[in-house]
């Protein structure tokens, strides 16, 4: 059976982006008889707000679409503390104190996520109470070998983890970090097509990493496109994207921007990004 899911996290309200990515979801699962899934992804620290998973429904629900609910990511810390010990007794794991600054100042390489991590931590010996913990990529895919994955829109793909650099599993801030935790929570939901914008395609790689160290299973992913404004930058909470909840509370009709999202009709000023 084809599982898909949604996993919006409570930090901002939804916007048309969003609205994209859990129609492009629900509409795979339901064509293949499957089931789609609401899953809260609730662990950024103060930044997220439970009341804002009661408007997540209602939008979902005024867009049409049908859902089936698995426990919020708040209900799942002590699975991310069993699989990063697990990573750490395979001596996979190493504490980092650097800022984000000091990563951008010392790194030579640009990835996915942005400045890849230059190692800086690795090998010394740091108290690990108060950091981050980085996975080491380099000694992880030497225990795996080579590994590969298969994206429903651009076909079989060799995994090159070693792109996005030693990622943080374990935040400073927060429980865990949306690697470790999303790849947990796929696999604990019985996800088998993971659905997510093209921005995350390159973190694909570290997932299906971190599958084959922690025995889980292996989904298929699609990776639609974004939906971008006039200049060219896809929608975000952060730029203050119209929310789909000031719509809803306008009275516009949900079901029919459903229906012109499915057919790529967008509002004046939106477009579907081909990058």
């Given at each position: 059976m084809v599982t898909t899911r949604f996993a919006p996290s409570p930090n901002?309200?939804?916007?048309?982006?969003?609205?994209?990515?859990?129609i492009v979801a629900h509409d795979l699962a339901r064509a293949a008889?499957?089931?789609?899934?609401?899953?809260?992804?609730?662990?950024?620290?103060?930044?997220?707000?439970?009341?804002?998973?009661?408007?997540?429904?209602?939008?979902?629900?005024?867009?049409?679409l049908e859902w089936t609910e698995v426990p919020a990511q708040s209900s799942r810390l002590a699975s991310y503390d069993d699989a990063a010990q697990r990573l750490?007794?395979?001596?996979?794991?190493?504490?980092?104190?650097?800022?984000?600054?000091?990563i951008a100042a010392a790194a030579s390489e640009i990835g996915p996520e942005g400045p890849v991590y230059p190692g800086t931590c690795r090998g010394k010996n740091i108290p690990g109470e108060g950091a981050a913990w980085r996975l080491d990529v380099a000694q992880a895919q030497a225990r795996t070998g080579p590994l590969y994955w298969t994206a429903n829109l651009a076909g079989e793909q060799r995994a090159v983890p070693e792109q996005t650099g030693d990622v943080v599993l374990l935040r400073k801030d927060a429980p865990a970090s949306y690697h470790l935790a999303a790849t947990l929570d796929d696999a604990r939901d019985g996800v088998t097509l993971v659905t997510r914008g093209r921005d995350l395609f390159?973190?694909?790689?570290?997932?299906?990493?971190?599958q084959e160290l922690l025995g889980l299973p292996v989904p298929r992913w699609h990776h639609h496109p974004l939906l971008v404004d006039g200049s060219g930058t896809k929608l975000a909470k952060?730029?203050?994207?119209?929310?789909?909840?000031?719509?809803?509370l306008a009275g516009d009709d949900g079901e029919k921007l459903a229906r012109d999202l499915r057919r790529n009709r967008f509002p004046a000023g939106i477009s579907l990004g081909r990058a």
């Amino acid at each position: 059976m084809v599982t898909t899911r949604f996993a919006p996290s409570p930090n901002g309200p939804l916007h048309l982006g969003h609205a994209y990515s859990a129609i492009v979801a629900h509409d795979l699962a339901r064509a293949a008889g499957g089931r789609f899934l609401l899953r809260v992804e609730d662990i950024d620290g103060i930044r997220s707000k439970p009341e804002l998973a009661a408007e997540f429904r209602a939008d979902l629900a005024w867009l049409g679409l049908e859902w089936t609910e698995v426990p919020a990511q708040s209900s799942r810390l002590a699975s991310y503390d069993d699989a990063a010990q697990r990573l750490k007794d395979m001596g996979l794991l190493y504490p980092c104190i650097c800022t984000r600054a000091e990563i951008a100042a010392a790194a030579s390489e640009i990835g996915p996520e942005g400045p890849v991590y230059p190692g800086t931590c690795r090998g010394k010996n740091i108290p690990g109470e108060g950091a981050a913990w980085r996975l080491d990529v380099a000694q992880a895919q030497a225990r795996t070998g080579p590994l590969y994955w298969t994206a429903n829109l651009a076909g079989e793909q060799r995994a090159v983890p070693e792109q996005t650099g030693d990622v943080v599993l374990l935040r400073k801030d927060a429980p865990a970090s949306y690697h470790l935790a999303a790849t947990l929570d796929d696999a604990r939901d019985g996800v088998t097509l993971v659905t997510r914008g093209r921005d995350l395609f390159g973190a694909t790689h570290i997932h299906r990493l971190l599958q084959e160290l922690l025995g889980l299973p292996v989904p298929r992913w699609h990776h639609h496109p974004l939906l971008v404004d006039g200049s060219g930058t896809k929608l975000a909470k952060r730029r203050g994207s119209p929310s789909l909840a000031d719509r809803r509370l306008a009275g516009d009709d949900g079901e029919k921007l459903a229906r012109d999202l499915r057919r790529n009709r967008f509002p004046a000023g939106i477009s579907l990004g081909r990058a």
